[in-house]
C-alpha cells in the first residue's frame, strides 16, 4: 500500500532575501500495514484501529478471549475521549481572550459554544462506555437488553455500547419514527 507524503518547504527570494509562500511537494513511500493484536494495541490508539475479532466455529458467546477484546476496545475509546476533552479544557484556557471586535469575540464564544456541546456529547458517551463495561464485569455485555438475544460480535464491534439486538433496535426506531 503506498501513502504520499506532503512535504512544504519555504524559499527564500533571491532579490529581496525575504521568504515566500512554501512550495508542497509529494514524495511516495512505500509503507506495508499489519493488523495489531488488540492484547497488543495501546489504548493511546484510539477505538477505530482494532483487529476485528477472529471468530471460531463452535465458539462460545462471549468467552474469555471475546470479553477481553470488546474490553480493550472499550478501554481505548475511553482514553481516546478522555484525552479530546484534556485538549479541548487546555485549549480554552489558551485561546480565551477579550477580543476588542464583537465579531472576533462573537466567534470565539461560537467555537467554544461548538466544542462544549461536542464534549457533552462525548460525556454522554462516555458514561455509555462505562455501562458497558460494567455490563462486560457481570457476564451481561452482548446481550439484547430487551429479549436476551446474542448482539451479534459484528454489530459489536461497530458500536461497542449496543444494547439492544439489530431486530429490537429497528423495532425501536420505528416506534420512535411513529411518536414523532
Known amino acids: 500500500m503506498s501513502t504520499k507524503k506532503a ?5 527564500a527570494d533571491d532579490t529581496t532575501g525575504k ?3 512554501p512550495k508542497k511537494t509529494v514524495t511516495s513511500k ?3 500495514q499489519t493488523a495489531v493484536p488488540v492484547a497488543q494495541m495501546s489504548a493511546l490508539d484510539g477505538f477505530g484501529k482494532f483487529t476485528p475479532y477472529d471468530e471460531k466455529a463452535g465458539e462460545e458467546y462471549m468467552n474469555a478471549p471475546q470479553s477481553e477484546h470488546f474490553r480493550q476496545i472499550l478501554l481505548a ?3 481516546e475521549l478522555m484525552e479530546e476533552v484534556d485538549r479541548t479544557v487546555h485549549h480554552m484556557q489558551d485561546e480565551a481572550a477579550n477580543f476588542p471586535d464583537p465579531n472576533d469575540r462573537a466567534t470565539q464564544e461560537s467555537e467554544f459554544s461548538m466544542e462544549l456541546r461536542t464534549r457533552d456529547r462525548e460525556r454522554k ?9 460494567e455490563a462486560l464485569e457481570r457476564g451481561e455485555y452482548g446481550f439484547c437488553e430487551s429479549c436476551g438475544v ?3 460480535i459484528r454489530r459489536l464491534e461497530a458500536r461497542p455500547t449496543a444494547t439492544l439486538c439489530i431486530d429490537c433496535k429497528t423495532l ?3 416506534r420512535e419514527k411513529q411518536r414523532g
Open 7 to 11: 512535504v512544504a518547504t519555504t524559499v
Open 19 to 21: 521568504k515566500s509562500m
Open 30 to 32: 512505500k509503507t506495508e
Open 77 to 79: 475509546w475511553r482514553q
Open 125 to 133: 458517551l462516555l458514561k455509555k462506555i462505562d455501562e458497558a463495561l
Open 150 to 152: 446474542e448482539i451479534g
Open 172 to 174: 425501536d426506531e420505528i
